[in-house]
């Protein structure tokens, strides 16, 4: 058994597991019986293919990017999940659970959001399957993302501002998880990271890992081989550095390099640097590290970019980093600014904050000239122009 893999109990290490009230447990039990028997079921996989071919636009371009890769002295390929339909990895996840909730006959969906990426993407594929959906986003977001706001609501989601808390994505994850409990039977609860109890880590990294699958055959075809030496992205609660390094969790020739928010630094008071400034504890139903005082009460977090904004993080890659597996870097908002526009001058691309995130840990590497590093573009910008523009008067 693999270390890094997630064992029959639901952990990763000692990180993951299900943490649920009473009331939620027959949901949990019941998702956790159902999700493999599907996942793994060839109509199941043939409809999920289909629609990501067809519907989201995949495979995805792995691109080299010359001019960045000429800057910092090795061979850059952006993993372009940006260029997915709506914008973001977090559509191959929506799809995937979505087909998993019609199966279990499922009627309502509800969805957290902090980006709003992940909202805009469950709203989408509600709008294709016909099911009603309720996505709840703290009211801190809904300003600072009021385009996916309007584009959530057109799709016809209900979007429910949260103003407990810091009214962010820990808040939504709050109240979506109570709107869980009063709706048990009808509802599936669609996350959108790889948080929250047993299954949905594995669940959600199953789902995109069809990103590291397509690195594989990308490289193969452009390198001649089908590993790169590094690869990297940004973790906030973790999904699409899930999806990239899936496949080669148990390949020690590639290293791992995971981004987090160091926000105005990790020790300002102001930051989302999870694995730097947690402890061990439970949150949203896993076992995880988690930003929090001496008395267990979660600490605020704090990034410039609301996607990243979380104060836990996946069992995945706590374990990946408590085990030196991964190397954690903690970028700050300006770093992270510093990126996207780099990004934008050298390559014509302008990243989601969150990836930006992944770009500003470039400058703290030491790579070789014969070095492959495959980057993952988790978002596009388009989202995010107010914040860039605001920052750099």
Known sequence: MSP???????YYGEFGGAYVPEILHKCVSELQHAYLNVLEDPSFKKEFHQLLKDYVGRPSPLYLARRLSEKYGCKIYLKREDLNHTGAHKINNAIGQILLARRMGK???IAETG???HGVATATVCALMGMECVVYMGKTDVERQHVNVERMKMLGATVRPVTSGNMTLKDATNEAIRDW????SDTFYIIGSTVGPHPYPDMVARLQSVISEEIRKQLLEQEGRDYPDYLMACIGGGSNAAGTVYHYLDDERVKIVLAEAGGLGIHSGKSA???HLGKVGVLHGFKTYI???ADGQILEPY????GLDYPGIGPMHANLAQRKRATVLAV????AVEAAFELTRLEGIIPALESAHALGALNRMQFKPTDVVVLTVSGRGDKDLDTYLNYHK
């Open 107 to 109: 009627k309502r969906i």
């Open 332 to 335: 700050n908002d300006d770093e």
């Open 291 to 293: 930003m929090q005082d």
């Open 303 to 306: 990034s410039i970019s609301a």
């Open 273 to 275: 640097a999870t694995i």
């Open 4 to 10: 890094y893999q997630i064992n029959q109990e639901g």
């Open 115 to 117: 980006a709003g990426q």
């Open 181 to 184: 409990c009063c709706h048990p």
